[in-house]
């Protein structure tokens, strides 16, 4: 893809996997869009992403879990004439615990940002992209797709609706030029364990993958209009052996990461 002019809009780009993501497509040239809800971090990844390159950084302060949130941030887009060539669904978030302990607001909070604004996000560029027949989306599902998780549920269930969202579109989208990916990391060494209560678990100590591995590997396979992107051998492995076992064996195993460290 020749980068020149081309726009990638970068939701949650302000930490971890997303900010490693916008570091890539900064070095490769692309204009940004990122979207986040703190304006001063914004305003200071933005100046990261120009040195590395990005000839434009427009930022957009907007919590995503507002609904109407992807409605807004998309008609920002058009009222500025930016043509997003490239979207990535980064920002999501969890919560810890069981199930019947976890307020709903934080249950709500999880739905609205990693299934209802996913969505909707993704509906808006889509059609823009369908028209010009051209274009690539990246969703940030997890390993969690493919594995209900006992103290995590309500995260693994949205994440398992990204994926189960993300093949569907994919194979609407085979007789197009546009091209859907998913990447599916394992625990990854970021703020979400701390914003997520479970700093203290298994999956938050036992060497997470760096960030960067991660986003490259995401980033290479989108580029390649890739279906799926895993990063790391272990976590190959558990792919293979969640879509092999029956759900009550892999939730057994899933459980396991969620307790504490010793
Ligand atoms: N880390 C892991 O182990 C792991 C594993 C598998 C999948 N993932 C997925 O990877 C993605 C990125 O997570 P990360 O690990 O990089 O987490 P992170 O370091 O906590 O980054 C999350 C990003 O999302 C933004 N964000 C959060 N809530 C938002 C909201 N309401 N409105 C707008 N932006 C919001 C954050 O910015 P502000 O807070 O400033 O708004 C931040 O830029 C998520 O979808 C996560 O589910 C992570």
Same mark, same amino acid.
């Given at each position: ?138 969703? *940030?599902?997890?390993? =969690? ?5 006992? /103290?995590? !549920?309500?995260?693994?269930?949205? &994440? @398992? ?21 998913? *990447?599916?990391?394992? =625990? ?5 364990? /701390?914003? !997520?209560?479970?700093?203290?678990? &298994? @999956? ?59």
């Amino acid at each position: 893809m020749a980068t020149n002019n081309q726009t990638a809009l970068i939701t949650g780009a302000t930490s971890g996997i997303g900010y490693e993501l916008a570091k890539l497509f900064a070095q490769d040239g692309f204009r940004l869009v990122i979207v986040s809800r703190n304006e001063a971090t914004l305003q200071q990844v933005a100046e990261d992403f120009k040195q590395l390159g990005s000839p434009q950084v427009t930022t957009i302060i907007k919590d995503l879990t507002q609904l109407g949130a992807a409605e807004e941030v998309y008609q920002e887009t058009k009222r500025q004439g930016i043509t997003v060539n490239v979207l990535v669904n980064d920002a999501g978030v969890g919560e810890y615990g069981f199930f019947h302990e976890v307020d709903f607001s934080k249950d709500l909070e999880i739905i609205q940002l990693n299934i209802i604004t996913f969505v909707h996000l993704t509906k808006l560029y889509l059609r823009d992209m369908l028209a010009a027949n051209e274009g690539r989306v990246l969703q *940030l599902a997890s390993i =969690a797709s493919h594995q209900p998780t006992p /103290r995590l !549920a309500v995260y693994a269930a949205s &994440k @398992a609706f990204v994926l189960s969202l993300t093949d569907a579109l994919i194979h609407e989208l085979k007789d197009t030029n546009v091209t859907m990916t998913a *990447l599916l990391p394992g =625990a990854t060494d970021t703020d979400f364990f /701390r914003k !997520a209560n479970m700093e203290h678990t &298994k @999956a938050a100590q036992e060497d997470p993958y760096d960030p960067a591995m991660v986003a490259k590997t995401g980033y290479d396979a989108l580029m390649k209009g890739e279906n799926h992107a895993v990063a790391g051998a272990m976590m190959k492995a558990q792919v293979v052996l969640s879509n092999m076992l029956p759900n009550e064996l892999v939730s057994t195993m899933a459980e396991k990461y969620m307790l504490p460290a010793d």
